[in-house]
C-alpha cells in the first residue's frame, strides 16, 4: 500500500506510512445541491462532474486545489481516507495532470485536474478496482485507504466494474480535453462577437470585413485567406504594397521569427520585401503579441537610424488572439505620399483580429478533431483490453470497409464517416459479460442473446457524442441482413442505411478469416464462395461485388496489418 501517482508521463511511487488522526463522515459530506449558494467552485465543476459520471458511471469527489480540503463528497463511493489524501490532491493540482494518487490490493483513486479553462484550484476523484476481486480476498490496504471497514471495504469493491488503469488514465484525459475544447469554443464565440460589436468605424472599414466575413472558412489554409485579404485590403487602403506572413505553429505566446522554420508568406501590389526582409523589419521593430499597430512615417523612416531606405510609410498589425499570435499583416507606403493613421490603423487591426480569430478556429478545430480521434483510440483500446484475441479487428474492419466503400465510388466524407465506423462498430462489446466474450466453444443460445445486445448497447454508449454521430447507423444496425433476418431491429433491404451494409460485408470477411479460441480461420476460397452464395440474401449485392472488385486490396489491407501488429509485439 503507498502513494502511487501515475500519469501520462510515468509511474512514480512515494512510499509513506498513511496517517489516520483525520476521518470524515459521511454525513458530514456536502452535496453539490444543497451547497450550490456557499460553494460556487463546486457548481462550476457540475458540466465536468456529469462528464465524468456518463464516462465512467460513478460520481466523483470535489477537491479544492491549493489546500487540499474535501469541497464535496461522493454519495456513491467513498471518499477515501482524507488526510492521505489532501497533500496529494494538491500534488495534482500542481502538475495538472491527471493521474492515479492512492492504490492498494486492487483498488485505486484516480484524480483529474479541473482544467483552468474551466474553473481554477480544483481536483475531482474516484475510486476504481483493477481486478477481480474474490468473496475471501483480504484487503486491509485498501480498507485503510477508503477509511472504510474491511466487510465494507469488500462488499464494495466486488459490486464495482473492474477497469484497465490505461483505460481510466486516457478516458481521464480525453474527458478533460473535451471540457478544455468546449470552454475554448465559448471563449472564442465571445471574442468573435466583441470583435463583431466593434466593426463600425468607417465605410471601408465595414465593408471590407464584411467580405472577409463572407470569405473566410475553416477548409480554406493560411495561404488563400492571406492572399485574399492583400488583396481585399488593396481596394480599401491608399497604401502601395501589402503582406501577410504566417508563423508556423509555435508554443503559446512564441512569436518570434526565429523560432519559425518556414512561414507562410503573402503579398500584393508594390512589395518592397521578400520573407527575408520581413522578418528582419518584424525583428527591428521588436513587436510582441500584445502589441498595438504599429507606425512609422517620415519623421521616424526619414531618420539616418531607420535600416530600411525603400520605405517610407508602414503599419504593421499582429495576427493574434489570446495570448497567440499567428502572424503579422503590413501596409507599405502611402499612395499619395500621405501619412499613415489612425483610420488605416484600425482597418488593420480588425482585419488582423479577424485573420487571428480564423486562425485560432482552425487551430481549436484541429484540436477538436484531435479530441474526437482520441476518444475513438480510448474506445477502441477499451475493445482490444475487452478481448485480445479479437485486437485488431476494428482497425482491419474500419480499412476494408473504407476500400469497399471507394470501389462503391462514395463521396470522400462518407468514406470518412464508414472508416470510423468500422473502428467503432464492436463498441458496444464493453458491456459483454467476458465469460460470453471469451468463451472458447460455441455459445448458447441465452449467451448468443446476450451477446446480440452489443449493437444497441454501442449505439447508447456513443449516442450523446454528437462529433460521432454518423457512424451510429452502422454501431447499430450492422448485423442486419439484407432478407430481414438479421437484428437488432429486423430491417430489410434498403431499410438498413448504406455505410451499416458496407461495414456488414467487412465484418463477416474479417470474422471468417480470423482464428477464435473455437476455430481457425476460413480460407480465402471459402469465404468468397460464402460471400457469392449471401449476395442478395444475408448482405447487400453491390458491396459484396464491390469486395470483390477490391479484393486483392482488401488481401494486401488483411495482410499489412498482420504484419504491422507483429512488428508491434515484437
Same mark, same amino acid.
Given at each position: 500500500?503507498? =502513494?502511487?501517482?501515475?500519469?501520462?508521463?510515468?509511474?512514480?511511487?512515494?512510499? /509513506?506510512?498513511?496517517?489516520?488522526?483525520?476521518?470524515?463522515?459521511?454525513?458530514?459530506?456536502?452535496?453539490?445541491?444543497?451547497?450550490?449558494?456557499?460553494? *460556487?467552485?463546486?457548481?462550476?465543476?457540475?458540466?465536468? @462532474?456529469?462528464?465524468?459520471?456518463h464516462?465512467?458511471?460513478?460520481?466523483?469527489?470535489?477537491?479544492?486545489?491549493?489546500?487540499?480540503?474535501?469541497?464535496?463528497?461522493?454519495?456513491?463511493?467513498?471518499?477515501? +481516507?482524507?488526510?492521505?489524501?489532501?497533500?496529494?490532491?494538491?500534488?495534482?493540482?500542481?502538475?495538472?495532470?491527471?493521474?492515479?494518487?492512492?492504490?492498494?490490493?486492487?483498488?485505486?483513486?484516480?484524480?483529474?485536474?479541473?482544467?483552468?479553462?474551466?474553473?481554477?484550484?480544483?481536483?475531482?476523484?474516484a475510486?476504481?478496482?483493477?481486478?477481480?476481486?474474490?468473496?475471501?480476498?483480504?484487503?486491509?490496504?485498501?480498507?485503510? @485507504?477508503?477509511?472504510?471497514?474491511?466487510?465494507?471495504?469488500?462488499?464494495?469493491?466486488?459490486?464495482?466494474?473492474?477497469?484497465? *488503469?490505461?483505460?481510466?488514465? %486516457?478516458?481521464?484525459?480525453?474527458?478533460?480535453g473535451?471540457?478544455?475544447?468546449? /470552454?475554448t /469554443?465559448?471563449?472564442?464565440?465571445? #471574442?468573435?462577437?466583441?470583435?463583431?460589436?466593434?466593426l463600425?468605424?468607417t465605410?471601408?472599414?465595414?465593408?471590407?470585413?464584411?467580405?472577409?466575413?463572407?470569405?473566410?472558412?475553416i477548409?480554406?489554409?493560411?495561404?488563400?485567406?492571406?492572399?485574399?485579404?492583400?488583396?481585399?485590403?488593396?481596394?480599401?487602403?491608399?497604401?502601395?504594397?501589402?503582406?501577410?506572413?504566417?508563423?508556423?505553429?509555435?508554443?503559446?505566446?512564441?512569436?518570434?521569427?526565429?523560432?519559425?522554420?518556414?512561414?507562410?508568406?503573402?503579398?500584393?501590389?508594390?512589395?518592397?520585401?521578400?520573407?527575408?526582409?520581413?522578418?528582419?523589419?518584424?525583428?527591428?521593430?521588436?513587436?510582441?503579441?500584445?502589441?498595438?499597430?504599429?507606425?512609422?512615417?517620415?519623421?521616424?523612416?526619414?531618420?539616418?537610424?531607420?535600416?530600411?531606405?525603400?520605405?517610407?510609410?508602414?503599419?504593421?498589425?499582429?495576427?493574434?488572439?489570446?495570448?497567440?499570435?499567428?502572424?503579422?499583416?503590413?501596409?507599405?507606403?502611402?499612395?499619395?505620399?500621405?501619412?499613415?493613421?489612425?483610420?488605416?490603423?484600425?482597418?488593420?487591426?480588425?482585419?488582423?483580429?479577424?485573420?487571428?480569430?480564423?486562425?485560432?478556429?482552425?487551430?481549436?478545430?484541429?484540436?477538436?478533431?484531435?479530441?474526437?480521434?482520441?476518444?475513438?483510440?480510448?474506445?477502441?483500446?477499451?475493445?482490444?483490453?475487452? #478481448?485480445?484475441y479479437?485486437?485488431?479487428?476494428?482497425?482491419?474492419?474500419?480499412?476494408?470497409?473504407?476500400?469497399?466503400?471507394? &470501389?462503391? %465510388?462514395?463521396k470522400?466524407?462518407?468514406?470518412?464517416?464508414? =472508416?470510423?465506423?468500422?473502428?467503432?462498430?464492436?463498441?458496444?462489446?464493453?458491456?459483454?459479460?467476458?465469460?460470453?466474450? %471469451?468463451?472458447?466453444?460455441?455459445?448458447?443460445?441465452?449467451?448468443?442473446?446476450?451477446?446480440?445486445?452489443? *449493437?444497441?448497447?454501442?449505439?447508447?454508449?456513443?449516442?450523446?457524442?454528437?462529433?460521432?454521430?454518423?457512424?451510429?447507423?452502422?454501431?447499430?444496425?450492422?448485423?442486419?441482413?439484407?432478407?430481414?433476418?438479421?437484428?437488432?431491429?429486423g430491417?430489410?433491404?434498403?431499410?438498413?442505411?448504406?455505410?451499416?451494409?458496407?461495414?456488414?460485408?467487412?465484418?463477416?470477411? #474479417?470474422?471468417?478469416?480470423?482464428?477464435r479460441?473455437?476455430?481457425?480461420?476460413?480460407?480465402?476460397?471459402?469465404?468468397?464462395?460464402?460471400?457469392?452464395?449471401?449476395?442478395?440474401d444475408?448482405? +447487400?449485392?453491390?458491396?459484396?461485388?464491390?469486395?470483390?472488385?477490391?479484393?486483392?486490396?482488401?488481401?494486401?489491407?488483411?495482410? %499489412?496489418?498482420?504484419?504491422?501488429?507483429? &512488428?508491434?509485439?515484437?
Amino acid at each position: 500500500m503507498g =502513494y502511487v501517482f501515475e500519469s501520462a508521463h510515468g509511474v512514480h511511487f512515494l512510499r /509513506a506510512a498513511l496517517a489516520f488522526s483525520k476521518t470524515t463522515k459521511a454525513n458530514d459530506l456536502l452535496s453539490l445541491e444543497s451547497t450550490t449558494e456557499v460553494l *460556487p467552485t463546486a457548481t462550476k465543476c457540475c458540466d465536468l @462532474l456529469r462528464d465524468l459520471d456518463h464516462y465512467f458511471a460513478v460520481e466523483f469527489s470535489v477537491w479544492e486545489g491549493m489546500s487540499g480540503n474535501l469541497i464535496h463528497g461522493s454519495k456513491s463511493q467513498p471518499v477515501g +481516507d482524507q488526510l492521505a489524501m489532501e497533500d496529494l490532491v494538491v500534488a495534482v493540482q500542481e502538475r495538472q495532470e491527471a493521474g492515479f494518487i492512492l492504490e492498494g490490493d486492487g483498488v485505486l483513486s484516480l484524480a483529474v485536474p479541473v482544467p483552468s479553462e474551466v474553473d481554477t484550484n480544483t481536483v475531482v476523484t474516484a475510486w476504481f478496482v483493477t481486478r477481480e476481486i474474490d468473496a475471501d480476498d483480504s484487503l486491509g490496504d485498501a480498507s485503510a @485507504l477508503l477509511a472504510m471497514a474491511m466487510e465494507d471495504t469488500l462488499e464494495w469493491a466486488r459490486g464495482q466494474e473492474v477497469w484497465s *488503469p490505461q483505460t481510466l488514465l %486516457r478516458l481521464a484525459e480525453a474527458v478533460s480535453g473535451k471540457r478544455i475544447a468546449e /470552454a475554448t /469554443a465559448k471563449r472564442y464565440a465571445r #471574442d468573435v462577437e466583441e470583435v463583431s460589436e466593434n466593426l463600425a468605424t468607417t465605410y471601408e472599414e465595414i465593408s471590407l470585413l464584411h467580405t472577409v466575413t463572407q470569405n473566410l472558412r475553416i477548409s480554406s489554409t493560411e495561404g488563400e485567406i492571406g492572399h485574399m485579404a492583400t488583396e481585399w485590403l488593396s481596394e480599401c487602403v491608399p497604401a502601395e504594397g501589402f503582406v501577410v506572413q504566417y508563423l508556423p505553429a509555435t508554443d503559446e505566446g512564441e512569436a518570434s521569427f526565429r523560432n519559425a522554420k518556414s512561414p507562410e508568406f503573402c503579398s500584393a501590389g508594390d512589395c518592397q520585401f521578400d520573407r527575408h526582409e520581413f522578418t528582419k523589419l518584424i525583428d527591428y521593430t521588436d513587436l510582441k503579441r500584445d502589441s498595438k499597430p504599429y507606425i512609422a512615417n517620415a519623421s521616424v523612416t526619414g531618420g539616418d537610424a531607420w535600416p530600411f531606405p525603400r520605405i517610407r510609410q508602414v503599419i504593421i498589425v499582429p495576427l493574434s488572439e489570446g495570448n497567440n499570435v499567428f502572424g503579422w499583416l503590413a501596409a507599405f507606403n502611402h499612395r499619395e505620399g500621405l501619412e499613415f493613421g489612425t483610420i488605416e490603423a484600425q482597418l488593420l487591426n480588425s482585419l488582423g483580429a479577424l485573420l487571428g480569430i480564423h486562425s485560432s478556429n482552425r487551430q481549436l478545430y484541429r484540436e477538436q478533431a484531435e479530441f474526437v480521434a482520441n476518444v475513438v483510440r480510448a474506445l477502441v483500446s477499451a475493445i482490444d483490453a475487452k #478481448d485480445p484475441y479479437t485486437s485488431g479487428h476494428s482497425d482491419r474492419v474500419a480499412r476494408i470497409s473504407a476500400r469497399i466503400a471507394l &470501389e462503391m %465510388r462514395c463521396k470522400p466524407k462518407t468514406v470518412n464517416t464508414i =472508416y470510423m465506423a468500422g473502428l467503432l462498430h464492436d463498441v458496444g462489446k464493453i458491456g459483454i459479460d467476458d465469460s460470453v466474450l %471469451r468463451k472458447a466453444g460455441r455459445l448458447t443460445d441465452l449467451e448468443f442473446e446476450h451477446i446480440k445486445m452489443h *449493437p444497441e448497447m454501442g449505439y447508447r454508449i456513443l449516442a450523446d457524442l454528437k462529433q460521432l454521430s454518423d457512424v451510429l447507423p452502422a454501431v447499430l444496425h450492422h448485423h442486419e441482413q439484407w432478407n430481414g433476418g438479421g437484428y437488432p431491429h429486423g430491417l430489410k433491404a434498403e431499410e438498413t442505411p448504406l455505410i451499416a451494409r458496407i461495414v456488414a460485408v467487412a465484418d463477416s470477411y #474479417d470474422a471468417m478469416t480470423s482464428d477464435r479460441p473455437y476455430r481457425k480461420g476460413m480460407c480465402d476460397e471459402r469465404v468468397d464462395q460464402i460471400l457469392r452464395e449471401g449476395a442478395g440474401d444475408q448482405w +447487400d449485392s453491390d458491396a459484396v461485388k464491390a469486395y470483390f472488385d477490391a479484393k486483392d486490396d482488401i488481401v494486401t489491407i488483411t495482410k %499489412r496489418e498482420h504484419i504491422e501488429l507483429m &512488428e508491434h509485439w515484437v
